[in-house]
């Protein structure tokens, strides 16, 4: 399957076209696929999901965790063992690398921690392209068709407030666009 953002968007698109159960019957073979991976590739996961059913298709189901447990079992939470906290810490610390490849595979982005818990989270560049397609969809669902093919006529320009100054999640996707 490819995962270009494109792609993504189109595949969204047909998805919305199938109606709302055609939608929660991919979100719940997603969710089903998600878990078992997670169960299989984290310590942490797999602990966390031992007395589940084998497939879980509804989120509820799942038991909650949050930043601040996520940070404290980092090295057992990630799915690839070659990823530990030292080494992503080690990545972050160094401004000049924000948008690069971690260990020529990854992308590092973390939150500002105002919750209390700064977050570091790991993921590919298909993650970007994902979040990547849920903005045309954004406008189409404000706009309706005929405003979103009108706004794309005059083209388009968006301003946002992030911040910067580190590796957090917006920094690092246009950082990453630019390349």
């Known amino acids: 399957m490819s995962e270009s953002t494109l792609w993504l968007l189109w595949d969204a698109f047909r998805a919305r076209r199938q109606g709302p159960a055609a939608i929660a019957l991919r979100q719940r073979a997603r969710l089903a696929e998600m878990v078992a991976y997670a169960r299989a590739n984290s310590p942490y996961y797999r602990e966390l999901y031992e007395g589940l059913p084998d497939r879980v298709e509804e989120h509820a189901a799942l038991p909650v965790t949050n930043k601040k447990e996520l940070m404290a079992h980092f090295d057992g939470w990630v799915t690839d063992p070659e ?4 080494e992503v810490r080690a990545f972050i610390a160094n401004p000049d690398r ?15 921690g105002t ?3 700064p977050g570091v989270f790991v993921f590919e560049d298909r993650h970007l392209a994902a979040g990547s397609a849920t903005l045309p969809l954004t406008f189409w669902t404000w706009l309706g068709v005929r405003g979103f093919l009108k706004l794309l006529g005059r083209g388009v320009r968006i ?10 999640v917006a920094v ?8």
Do not use: P, W
Not at 83 to 86: C, K, M, S
Not at 159 to 168: D, E, K, V, Y
């Open 83 to 86: 990823v530990t906290i030292e």
């Open 98 to 112: 924000i948008g690069e490849q971690f260990l020529g595979k990854y992308i590092v982005a973390t939150t500002t």
């Open 115 to 117: 919750t209390g818990t």
């Open 159 to 168: 301003a946002g407030l992030f911040a910067t100054g580190g590796h957090f």
């Open 172 to 179: 690092v996707g246009s950082a990453r666009a630019r390349r």
